[in-house]
């Protein structure tokens, strides 16, 4: 009796010190992401400790997928030639120049101040294909005018066999950097994955295009272009299904869709014949070496 007593006693002392609010707790204010949330979300594999930007800042992965997919989306119907379209995406000029180049540049940036070697080399690499693609067809950069008869007609110098011939090296040496893009994707996620092999076939079909063109082979080379615009058209919507995947995770919506995680098929590094799967620890030895 005499403990019941005692312990109301200071559970009503407590009460009054406090002025009957309920005690003090911490609430977190940062959020550690695990290795498959990080590459989830900045398409990244997780090398060393998340920067304190990391936490401070918002992703901009979001922003680069979202310049990449709303520049080549409609690019690729106008590819296949859907409602009549064509010209060889010369009305998406202002499109290439200030959407896609600029916020795939902006989104390289951020990413690389964050530390994300990767989603930074591959957002710089699109963004410069972007603005190097809409100044080709921008007169004011006199790029395809010398080609033409005249040397002075753009769009006739667009068209001239000299210009497609050249122009089509610049798209064989993308799909081998997409090539590459596609190995080094294999340590993030599946669907990262497929659209840079997707983007290989386009880059591929818009060469032959561009040579058969070149020959005068308009069909054959009309047809390669049809086909390149049906694989951009995968690609894309395989962006905008990773983009939807990471801006439900940046909001905490309940719903996350798989994007098949890969992150622990090259997790494993050897030292000294000793396997290890732990991302950070095997770079710190690495840097040893």
């Known amino acids: 009796m005499d403990n019941e007593i005692m312990h109301a006693a200071s559970s009503k002392s407590s009460r009054g010190e406090t002025g009957g609010m309920p005690p003090l707790t911490q609430v977190p204010t940062s959020v550690t992401l695990s290795a498959e949330q990080f590459e989830k979300l900045y398409l990244s594999p997780m090398m060393h400790r998340q920067p304190a930007l990391a ?33 060889g995406g010369a009305a998406f000029t202002g499109v290439l120049i200030l959407l896609g180049g600029l916020l795939l540049v902006l989104s390289s940036i951020l990413e690389f101040v964050l530390g994300n070697t990767f989603s930074s080399v ?27 008869p005249t040397g002075t007609d753009t769009l006739a110098g667009l068209h001239s066999p000299g ?19 596609t190995v080094c994707a294999t340590r993030t996620n599946l669907v990262f994955v497929l659209i840079f092999a997707s983007l290989i076939f386009v880059f591929s079909l818009l ?9 005068e082979d308009a ?34 919506f309940p719903l996350s869709l798989p994007i098949g995680d890969l992150s622990r098929v090259w997790n494993r590094r050897n030292y000294n014949g000793q396997q290890i799967s732990d991302p950070e620890l095997a770079s710190a030895i690495n840097g040893k070496l």
């Open 55 to 87: 936490k401070n800042l918002g992703n901009p992965t979001p922003l680069g997928i979202g310049a990449f997919v709303l520049t080549a989306t409609p690019l690729s119907c106008c590819l296949m030639g859907w409602r009549g379209a064509g010209g």
């Open 122 to 148: 591959v957002f710089g690499h699109l963004g410069g294909f972007c603005l190097a693609f809409g100044a080709s067809m921008t007169p004011a950069f006199n790029s395809a005018a010398p080609y033409s």
């Open 163 to 181: 210009f497609v011939n050249t122009f089509a090296f610049f798209f064989l040496f993308m799909a081998l950097l997409m090539l590459i893009y």
């Open 207 to 215: 060469a032959a295009a561009y040579w058969k063109l070149g020959l």
């Open 219 to 252: 069909v054959t080379g009309n047809r390669l272009t049809v086909g390149a615009g049906a694989a951009l058209f995968v690609a894309t919507m395989l962006g905008f299904y990773l983009l939807t995947a990471q801006l439900l995770d940046s909001v905490g």
